[in-house]
């Protein structure tokens, strides 16, 4: 006769062979990595925009773009937690890597280009005469992309913060 097995005697099951509370969100470092590296590169971007272009812009804690790549810090930070938990060898590791490569080449190649191109276009929209019916448009957002300078910031702040968070947990 099949038995069949219910998420409760699972539960029943794991607790009595000793395997301890079921794991957390909290304890789930590989998250925690790559939100606490999103965090922080958010939070050094009006720093770095007050360093270079001498003036405090306080949107920068919720834009995209900019110094350094939070896109990148974040897949970054996921990418190394994974690797120190579960080893580089794991399947895990190499979904990380490969999000993180395509995350990474999309911030300084596309993204970086469709900002140039709404700079481009925000100008020529400028330039139109009053009476043009699109000269009335709200300007498109041009901070899209990165430079490969800031992805490659984001990229070692991402491993910094997940190398640290490990290492103190």
């Known amino acids: 006769m099949d038995e069949v097995l219910t998420a409760a005697d699972m539960a029943a099951s794991n607790a009595s062979v000793g395997h301890g509370p079921p794991p957390t969100l909290s304890s789930n470092i590989p998250l925690l990595s790559a939100v606490l590296a999103f965090s922080v590169a958010q939070f050094l971007k009006p720093f770095t925009t007050l360093y270079k272009e001498k003036r405090w812009d306080s949107r920068r804690l919720l834009g995209s773009g900019g110094m350094p790549s939070s896109h990148s ?42 900002g140039r191109q709404a700079e481009l276009l925000n100008h020529i929209v400028c330039e139109l005469p009053p009476e043009h019916p699109i000269s009335n448009f709200r300007p498109l957002r041009e901070p899209l992309g990165h430079t490969p300078l800031q992805v490659c910031a984001g990229a070692l702040l991402g491993c910094i913060v997940s190398y640290l968070l490990r290492s103190s947990v």
């Open 73 to 114: 810090a974040t897949v970054a930070a996921l990418s190394v937690a994974v690797g120190l938990q579960e080893g580089i060898g794991s399947t895990s590791f190499a979904l990380a890597v490969i999000l993180a490569s395509i995350v990474m080449y999309d911030a300084s190649g596309i993204r970086l280009h469709a």
